[in-house]
C-alpha cells in the first residue's frame, strides 16, 4: 500500500478563512513515509456548504516530484478556501506526468476527487462518459470517478444520491474523497483505507491517522463499503452503506503517541515494530533491577501468584506460568483478565496478582486489579505505559521500556513482556537458589539467568528476521485460505495461541492454536487437504512428539508449515528459526518462544497484504480496549 488521500472542511463561516490548504499540505508531509511520485491539492474558494455559489468553482494546483518541492513551486499552501482535498500519488494507470496527478475535476470543474487504488472497470466506464460528452484530461483510471459523480450529480443535485450512484458502478479496490463545487466533501471505501478524523468544527478524510493526529485524536475508521457524506454545516457527517443506510460507527480515541511516531522507510507501523524487536527485547526491563527484585521477594513469599492479561498479554501470562514451574519451580495461576471476576475465589491477603498489560489502560485489566485488590492481593504490573492507570495502582511496576506501540496487534510488547517475564522468574530461581528471600539485592541481582538471555536476544532475533522472502512466499500462499491451525507443545503451545491471534488480527482468517497432544482428541477430524497447518517445533524435548503430529496430519492431506531449526521432510514450507536450546534439548528460557513467534508475525503481516487488509488497523479492533 501507498500513497495518500486527505480531506478537511471546517465549518467556519468568516469569508476570511482561508485555513484548508495549509492544513492539506502539513497532513501529507505526515504520510510521505507511504511513498508517491506526485502531489496536488483542491480547494474549494468560497465554498460554505450552500450549494453552488457564484464565486465557488474549485481550484486545482498539482505537479510531479515531493510535497515540498512541488508546494514551493505551486505554493499548495497559499490556495484559498476553508475547503480542500490532497493527494499523493502512486502512479498505476498513465505516467508520472503533472497531468495525471490528481485531484482531478470534472469536466465542468465543478467536481474533483482525490483517489487511491484502481478502477478496474474504467475503460468501459470512460467510453460511456466520453459518448456523453464529458471530457477527459489524464489517462488515468481515477478520473473516472469525477465525471461518473457529475453526471450523477446532474442527474439528482444531491451529494450523496450521486456518490450512491457512482459507487455502484465502480470495481477494483479504493478509498476517494470527492469535493463538490460549495464545498461539500464525501468520501468512499473499498478495500483501501479511510479514516474521519473529527474535530470540534472541522473534519478530516485521510488514508491515515498520522493525515491529521496534530489536529485531533478522535478517529472514525471507515468500513469496507461505506461511504462517508459531510452535512451542509461542513463539520458533521453520515456515515451509510453503499446503499445509503445509514450504519453506526464508532469513535475511537487514538493513541497521542501516533504525533510523535514515524514508520521512517517501513510501509506499517507493525512491520516496523517487528523488525525492531532486536532492539525492544533486549532492553526490556533492564533499567528495573530494583522492582525486579522486589518483585520476585514479594512473589516467593507469596501464598498464590495469578498472572493475568487480555489478547497477546494474556498468552505472554501463560508463558510465563510455564517458565515459573520449570525454572522456579513455583506454581502459578494464568487468567484471563475479563474471566477474574469469576475466578477469583482463592485470592487474599496473601495472593500476588501479576497484571500484564501494553497500555496499562485495558478496562479488564484494571477491572481484575480491582478485583484482586478488593481480595487484598498485592499488585504488581508489567506495563509499557508508566504513566497508565494500571501502573499507578499498582505495588510494584516493571516497565517494558519498548516505546510506543503503534500497530493495533502487539508485536514488539509481546516480545518485551516474555523478557520481562523472565527476568522476574530469573530472580525468583536465582533466590530460591541461593535460600534467601531476595532482599534488598541492589545491583547485585543483575548476575542471574536473565543476563544471558537478554545477551542471546538481539543476535537471535536478527537472524530470524534476516530473509523474509521465504516467509513471503507462503503469506501467497496463504491468501486465499479460510482456516489455519498452529500447533505447540509444552511452552510452544501459549506461542501457538498467540500465533493464531496475530494471524485472526492481522488476515482475518480463522486460525486457532491447538496443544501438539490434543490433536488426536478432536482437532484431527479438521484435517483434509485444505487445510494448512503451522507447527512450532523447535529442536528441543518436544520435537520428536510434535513431529509424529506433523505426520500424522500429513497423511489426511494437510500442509504443513514447520517452525523449526531441524529441517524435516514433513514440512510442505520450512520457515527456519535459529538454534536456541541447550545441549541436553531443553528450551532455554524464552529463546525459542522469541524466535519462533516473530516469523508468525511476519507472515501474519505480509498474509494481510496478500488479502489486502490494513495490518496496522484491523477492522473492529482498537489499540487499547478501554471499555469492558
Ligand atoms: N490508480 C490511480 C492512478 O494511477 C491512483 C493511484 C494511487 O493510489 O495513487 O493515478
Not at 474533483?112 to 472497470?121: E, Y
Not at 450504519?247 to 511516531?261: C, L, Q
Not at 485470592?347 to 498489560?357: D, E, N, Q, R
Not at 506495563?383 to 517494558?400: K, P
Request: charged share 20%.
Amino acid at each position: 500500500m501507498c500513497c495518500s488521500i486527505i480531506g478537511y472542511s471546517s465549518s467556519s463561516r468568516g469569508d476570511d478563512v482561508d485555513g484548508a490548504a495549509p492544513i492539506l499540505v502539513r497532513g501529507l508531509r505526515r504520510m510521505e513515509y507511504r511513498g508517491y511520485d506526485s502531489v496536488g491539492v483542491a480547494t474549494a474558494p468560497g465554498g460554505r456548504g450552500q450549494g453552488k455559489q457564484a464565486d465557488g468553482g474549485i481550484m486545482v494546483r498539482k505537479g510531479t516530484g515531493k510535497v515540498d518541492d512541488v508546494n514551493r513551486s505551486a505554493r499548495l499552501d497559499a490556495m484559498p478556501g476553508s475547503v480542500g482535498i490532497g493527494h499523493t500519488r502512486w502512479a498505476t494507470h498513465g505516467n508520472v506526468t503533472d497531468a495525471n496527478a490528481h485531484p482531478h475535476a470534472s469536466s465542468s470543474g465543478e467536481i474533483a476527487i482525490v483517489h487511491n487504488g484502481i478502477i478496474t472497470n474504467f475503460e468501459e466506464i470512460k467510453s460511456e462518459l466520453v459518448q456523453d460528452g464529458y471530457e477527459f484530461r489524464s489517462e488515468t483510471d481515477s478520473e473516472v470517478i469525477s465525471n461518473l459523480l457529475q453526471k450523477n450529480y446532474e442527474r439528482t443535485g444531491s451529494v450523496k444520491e450521486s456518490m450512491m450512484g457512482t459507487v455502484s458502478r465502480l470495481q477494483g479496490e479504493y478509498a476517494f474523497v470527492a469535493m463538490f463545487s460549495g464545498g461539500r466533501l464525501a468520501a468512499a471505501r473499498l478495500h483501501k483505507p479511510l479514516i474521519i478524523g473529527v474535530g470540534k468544527n472541522d473534519m478530516f478524510l485521510s488514508s491515515d491517522v498520522l493525515g491529521f493526529i496534530e489536529y485531533t485524536d478522535e478517529a472514525v475508521y471507515v468500513e469496507n463499503g461505506n461511504m462517508v457524506t459531510a452535512n451542509g454545516d461542513m463539520s458533521t457527517f453520515e456515515v451509510t452503506d453503499f446503499e445509503g443506510r445509514p450504519v453506526k460507527y464508532s469513535i475511537t480515541k487514538v493513541s497521542k503517541e501516533f504525533g510523535d511516531a514515524y514508520k521512517g522507510d517501513y510501509a506499517h507501523f507493525t512491520l516496523k515494530e517487528i523488525f525492531e524487536q532486536h532492539e525492544t527485547a533486549s532492553r526490556a526491563g533492564g533499567t528495573a533491577v530494583r522492582e525486579i527484585a522486589e518483585a520476585a521477594r514479594i512473589i516467593r513469599g507469596a501464598d498464590s501468584v495469578c498472572l493475568t492479561g487480555s489478547g497477546s498479554s494474556y498468552n505472554a501470562a501463560l508463558v510465563a506460568k510455564h517458565f515459573f514451574a520449570s525454572h522456579a519451580k513455583k506454581s502459578t495461576e494464568a487468567v484471563m483478565s475479563s474471566e477474574m471476576q469469576f475466578s477469583s475465589e482463592g485470592m487474599g491477603p496473601g495472593s500476588v496478582l501479576v497484571a500484564i498489560s501494553q497500555s496499562g489502560e485495558s478496562a479488564d485489566v484494571l477491572s481484575a486489579v480491582r478485583t484482586a485488590r478488593k481480595a487484598g492481593c498485592r499488585i504488581i504490573s508489567v506495563v509499557n505505559m508508566m504513566t497508565s492507570s494500571l501502573a499507578r495502582q499498582s505495588d510494584v511496576t516493571i516497565g517494558m521500556n519498548c516505546g510506543p506501540e503503534i500497530g493495533v496487534a502487539a508485536t514488539k510488547s509481546f516480545t518485551s513482556q516474555l523478557v520481562v517475564l523472565y527476568r522476574i522468574i530469573s530472580q525468583v530461581a536465582e533466590d530460591r537458589r541461593l535460600g534467601g528471600n531476595g532482599g534488598d539485592r541492589g545491583d547485585s541481582s543483575s548476575g542471574n539467568g536473565s543476563s544471558d538471555i537478554t545477551g542471546a536476544v538481539p543476535g537471535l532475533i536478527l537472524r530470524t528476521l534476516e530473509d523474509p522472502t521465504g516467509v513471503q512466499k507462503v503469506a501467497k500462499e496463504l491468501k486465499d485460505i479460510s482456516d489455519i491451525y498452529v500447533l505447540g507443545r509444552g511452552v510452544h503451545y501459549p506461542i501457538a495461541t498467540e500465533a493464531a491471534l496475530k494471524i485472526k488480527e492481522l488476515t482475518y482468517i480463522h486460525a486457532e492454536g491447538i496443544a501438539g497432544g490434543e490433536l488426536k482428541h478432536g482437532p484431527l477430524a479438521l484435517m483434509d487437504d485444505s487445510t494448512y497447518v503451522i507447527v512450532i517445533n523447535p529442536a528441543d524435548s518436544t520435537y520428536e512428539e510434535m513431529l509424529t503430529s506433523a505426520r500424522e496430519i500429513k497423511a489426511r492431506g494437510a500442509r504443513i508449515i514447520g517452525i523449526s531449526d531441524a529441517h524435516s521432510d514433513v514440512y510442505d514450507h520450512w520457515i527456519k528459526i535459529p538454534e536456541a536450546g541447550d545441549k541436553a534439548g531443553n528450551s532455554n528460557g524464552p529463546l525459542y518462544a522469541i524466535s519462533e513467534i516473530i516469523p508468525i508475525q511476519l507472515l501474519a503481516y505480509y498474509t494481510a497484504l496478500e488479502r489486502n487488509a490494513d495490518p496496522d488497523y484491523p477492522r473492529n479492533l482498537a489499540k487499547s480496549v478501554t471499555v469492558k
